[in-house]
């Protein structure tokens, strides 16, 4: 994507990945609906949001180091800034009420197939799926 998409733009980038996989459109819908990094809503758990007043906490992130490259979760943002409470929107709260239903509070929300760190190469094929369905629609 060469620019951040506005209006309509998102909800046909949001039907595009629920196109894809529900997990495609889940992560796409956060992201949209929160501004939220990659690293920030793979470690995401439920103790960090709050349903009911619709807020949820920016306070872990998933990192990358080494080779092969090792995923771990850190206690901080990016920067200082990173850490931070954000409002969300219906959709958003409506989405992760569903995806949180049967996830224990200190567990990841989103996780790899097999359980674990959802690894950005795997989400890179998702995105890829998604956004190669883009150009019909103008979203590329």
């Not at 998409?5 to 949209?32: F, N, R």
């Not at 690894?119 to 995105?127: E, K, L, P």
Request: glycine content about 8%; charged content about 30%.
């Amino acid at each position: 994507m060469d620019q951040v998409p506005t209006g309509e733009k998102i909800a046909e980038w949001i039907a595009l990945g629920y196109e894809v996989s529900q997990l495609a459109g889940d992560v796409i819908t956060l992201a949209m609906g929160t501004g939220l990094r990659y690293g920030e809503i793979t470690a995401l758990r439920p103790c960090d949001i709050d349903l009911k007043r619709r807020r949820l906490t920016v306070a872990r992130a998933v990192k990358e180091d080494g080779e092969p490259r090792r995923l771990y979760i850190v206690p901080y943002g990016k920067s200082d800034a990173a850490l931070r409470t954000i409002r969300m929107a219906d959709s958003v709260v409506l989405m992760l009420k569903r995806r949180t239903k049967d996830v224990p509070d200190q567990e990841l929300i989103f996780t790899a197939p097999k359980g674990g760190i959802l690894h950005s190469n795997g989400w890179s094929r998702i995105w890829l799926r998604a956004s190669s369905r883009s150009a019909p629609f103008g979203l590329d």
